[in-house]
């Protein structure tokens, strides 16, 4: 009977550790009348917004709905019933940018979402914000002084319990600039004897620990994944939760009124040390070096690619940072929308996030760039990425998916990862 018990107890935990709940059994769905949801300026696009329970229409539903120009509606209804379930919405934008029908339908206590996004000639968008005329020189500046100042001092610990059959794994770390504390990451190198290419993965934002990258090139390249906020990355998970719930909580504010301490200023600084860092491995091939990330890691990839000419190639998805002045035409800027969160900025705030603004160093790139995000994306509004893509002059490729929001579809991952795998110059199969 124990034996039987403990069974079934045993069985009810690998259940529970496995099930999950996923979804909704009731969603909003809102359609543009377009399948490539892209419009001629001053072209009506109707909105067909749909609440559905278990694939059937839903009727009698009360909605909210917000339309206008992303992060500017110029239309805002409450408490608009749906009769017979369905809601026809018609709009048009007269300058270029993207259209959003954002939808909130109340049912039995719960809150569902749904929104759709047009767009108008976004090929048009050109970057708002000021490119400063020592733009080049201060980043110059600033990476010789930190890299005459500050030696690496690289620290490497091998993490027998995350190699593979292909792969070493290592916890790394490095000196960055005077003050700067060091960067940690997660390094993977092959096994097999030889010189490899390398990935350089920079992370979105928030405070985590990393795994490293054992999965785009099994043995057939050198990867590093970092942190950016001078903290081990193997710790466990309550201490990350602590930090950012405490003394790094909203640090993509700090000190952004001075551009030397402005807490991005050691950021980018560690990444091209990673750049530093990689090229010191004797086992790098010294030739092919590429940087990816999202989000946060879409800009610092942008950044990167520019600042270092050791970089042969980059992929950014959904960037960020991308076009903060947008914000004084009342069109929309990227995440972390300094100026439309966080108040009217002072002559010195505005002088520093211009030398951090994605789309500077958009304009200043010369090396291939792969770029993926949707336009229904809130935290990186597509009308802030396109100014930025916009501006690239480098050889370019843009994969958008519409529907998608800040996060990706698997076939967008995988046509992320086989980009990647192509520029490395190497095969999976």
């Known amino acids: 009977m124990t034996r039987k018990f403990s069974f079934l107890l045993l069985a009810f935990y690998m259940f529970t550790a496995t099930a999950q709940v996923s979804g909704n059994e009731i969603r909003v769905i809102v359609s543009p009348d377009r399948t490539d949801w892209t419009y001629r300026l001053n072209e009506k696009c109707t909105f067909t917004v749909r609440v559905l329970k278990a694939q059937n229409l839903l009727t009698g539903v009360t909605v909210d709905y917000e339309l206008g120009a992303e992060m500017y509606p110029s239309e805002i209804k409450k408490a608009v019933v749906l ?40 090929e048009r968008l050109q ?127 700090f000190r952004r009124d001075n551009r030397d301490a402005f807490y991005y200023n050691r950021v980018v600084v560690g990444v091209l040390r990673a750049i530093d860092f990689i090229c010191s491995l004797p086992r790098y091939d010294g030739k092919t070096l590429g940087v990816t990330g999202s989000s946060q890691g879409g800009a610092l990839s942008v950044i990167a690619a520019t600042l270092d000419t050791r970089v042969t190639f980059f992929a950014a998805v959904h960037p960020a940072l991308c076009d903060h002045e947008a914000f004084f035409r009342q069109r929309a800027c990227g995440w972390p929308h300094y100026f439309y969160y966080y108040g009217a900025p002072g002559e ?46 480098s050889p370019k490729e843009l994969y958008p998916y519409l529907e998608t929001g800040h996060y990706w579809y698997a076939e967008q991952w995988d046509e992320w990862q086989a980009w990647l795998q192509k520029q490395l110059g190497i095969s999976q199969k």
Not at 362 to 390: H, I
């Open 83 to 122: 009769k017979d379930g369905t809601l026809k919405l018609q709009a048009t934008l007269k300058t270029p940018g993207f259209l959003r029908c954002k939808v909130k339908a109340y049912i039995n206590g719960r809150t569902y979402e749904g929104l759709a996004t047009s767009a108008y000639t976004p």
């Open 348 to 393: 010195k705030e505005l002088a520093t996030l211009r030398y951090y603004d994605t789309a500077n160093f958009a304009r200043c790139l010369d090396v291939p760039g792969w770029f993926s995000w949707g336009y229904n994306d809130e935290v990186c509004p597509p009308t802030s990425m396109y100014a930025a893509y916009n501006a690239v002059t």
């Open 127 to 253: 970057p708002v914000t000021e490119l400063p005329a020592d733009f080049h020189d201060y980043w110059a500046k600033t990476l010789e002084n930190a890299r005459t100042a500050t030696p690496l001092n690289p620290l490497t610990t091998l993490l027998p319990e995350r190699c593979t059959e292909t792969d070493n794994v290592y916890q790394v770390s490095f000196q960055t600039k005077p003050g700067g504390g060091r960067f940690y990451g997660i390094l993977s190198v092959p096994k097999k004897e030889g010189k490899y290419p390398a990935l350089l993965r920079v992370p979105g934002a928030g405070v985590r620990p990393y795994a490293g990258d054992t999965y785009t090139a099994p043995g057939k390249a050198i990867t590093l994944e970092v942190g950016i906020h001078g903290i081990p990355v193997t710790l466990q998970q309550p201490v990350y939760d602590a930090l950012a719930d405490g003394a790094l909580n909203n640090y993509w504010t």
